[in-house]
């Protein structure tokens, strides 16, 4: 039997009732347990929020122990429950709400967890049901931007967007389907099992030069080939560079917000008391100019990352250079990482002249 949205809302609201019923002194009939047990056990989108109870009570007898343990008190076990099945019901409300605006195929997809958000908008996971795959998809709506700007910015992000179908390296995340929800606009894109360059620092601290090499490698090969297209990022950051746990890669994310990059800076750097995001890893040229389009704006922020890698600090005074000798590095290998960080005029001329320096 195919349940809708507006099915599981239904039964996930008698489901609540019974089970408070059965936990404060009534009754829920065992049968429509098991049913709905089984209903919600079966649905790959739902699996990380499905309550633990249902995964180990497999009927109501096994559950009024559990539910005594929980809470000696009446209004405990409803506080508990209401815990336990809340989530489910928002999760199937969100469909119902994105059900007649999403222009994807909703009869194909589950929408799930939100993964990420940002200053640029929301990324969820979406479940193919027919596929069984993970994909991501992110709803651009950057904050900064004024209502009746919209517009005038989702034509510039669409011209941006068709030459991200052109990227294809394994160091890029894919992109399969863009387009737009109401005015907002969409990306739909590979999903990535694994956590960004911040969380990768927090989990291995500090790298050797040689270690370092993989991920900067990575990188620097993402943005070659994406530059052979024409394409700037001008926003790579730790959040924008992923690690993927099964194919061991670090992979590039978040082509596509050129677009707002300009308004973004301009309103980031003129909004008082507003933190600059990502201003670490923005190459100087670039915030002082913010319409600046060169590729050694990238080599920068790549640079600031692979300094962070290696000393877990970001580049940032007079220090740099010694910082660097005192993690054991040679001077060639010093003089790369600098030369990456040097003024605009002095720095590498593009990411292949980067990796021939390092090999």
């Known amino acids: 039997m195919m349940f809708d949205a507006n099915d599981m809302i239904t039964s996930l609201e008698g489901f609540k009732i019974g089970m408070m019923n059965q936990a404060t002194g009534g009754s829920y009939d065992d049968k429509e347990y098991r049913e709905i047990r089984a209903l919600l056990l079966s649905k790959q989108e739902i699996s990380h929020i499905v309550p633990q109870f249902v995964k180990t009570c497999r009927s109501l007898s096994d559950f009024w122990p559990y539910i005594k343990e929980k809470s000696g008190t009446?209004?405990?076990?409803?506080?508990?429950?209401?815990?336990?099945?809340?989530?489910?019901?928002?999760?199937?409300?969100?469909?119902?709400?994105?059900?007649?605006?999403?222009?994807?195929?909703?009869?194909?997809?589950?929408?799930?967890?939100?993964?990420?958000?940002?200053?640029?908008?929301?990324?969820?996971?979406?479940?193919?049901?027919?596929?069984?795959?993970?994909?991501?998809?992110?709803?651009?709506?950057?904050?900064?931007?004024?209502?009746?700007?919209?517009?005038?910015?989702?034509?510039?992000?669409?011209?941006?967007?068709?030459?991200?179908?052109?990227?294809?390296?394994?160091?890029?995340?894919?992109?399969?389907?863009?387009?737009?929800?109401?005015?907002?606009?969409?990306?739909?894109?590979?999903?990535?099992?694994?956590?960004?360059?911040?969380?990768?620092?927090?989990?291995?601290?500090?790298?050797?030069?040689?270690?370092?090499?993989?991920?900067?490698?990575?990188?620097?090969?993402?943005?070659?080939?994406?530059?052979?297209?024409?394409?700037?990022?001008?926003?790579?950051?730790?959040?924008?560079?992923?690690?993927?746990?099964?194919?061991?890669?670090?992979?590039?994310?978040?082509?596509?917000?050129?677009?707002?990059?300009?308004?973004?800076?301009?309103?980031?750097?003129?909004?008082?008391?507003e933190n600059i995001v990502g201003n670490t890893y923005t190459a100087p040229e670039l915030i002082e100019n913010p319409t600046l389009k060169d590729k050694r704006s990238d080599i920068y922020s790549i640079g600031a990352m692979w300094y962070q890698l290696i000393t877990g600090m970001i580049p940032k005074g007079s220090g740099i250079e010694a910082a660097l000798l005192e993690r054991g590095l040679t001077e060639p290998q010093t003089n790369i990482i600098l030369k990456c960080l040097a003024p605009i005029n002095k720095r590498f001329l593009s990411c292949e002249e980067v990796l021939e320096a390092i090999k």
């Open 74 to 273: 009446y209004a405990g076990r409803r506080e508990f429950l209401s815990e336990e099945i809340n989530p489910l019901l928002d999760f199937y409300e969100k469909i119902k709400i994105n059900k007649d605006n999403i222009t994807i195929n909703t009869d194909s997809y589950f929408l799930g967890e939100e993964i990420g958000v940002g200053g640029y908008g929301r990324v969820y996971l979406y479940w193919h049901k027919q596929l069984e795959i993970n994909f991501a998809i992110k709803f651009l709506a950057p904050s900064f931007i004024p209502e009746e700007e919209q517009n005038e910015y989702n034509n510039r992000f669409f011209r941006e967007a068709k030459m991200l179908f052109n990227l294809n390296h394994r160091n890029i995340v894919r992109f399969y389907d863009t387009g737009l929800i109401g005015t907002t606009p969409f990306i739909k894109m590979e999903y990535i099992d694994g956590y960004n360059v911040y969380e990768f620092i927090k989990k291995y601290s500090i790298l050797s030069f040689d270690k370092s090499l993989v991920p900067v490698t990575h990188m620097l090969e993402g943005m070659s080939h994406a530059n052979s297209f024409g394409y700037i990022h001008r926003d790579i950051k730790p959040s924008n560079i992923l690690f993927d746990i099964n194919s061991k890669l670090f992979k590039i994310i978040d082509f596509g917000v050129g677009a707002y990059i300009e308004h973004e800076l301009y309103t980031k750097l003129t909004r008082t008391g």
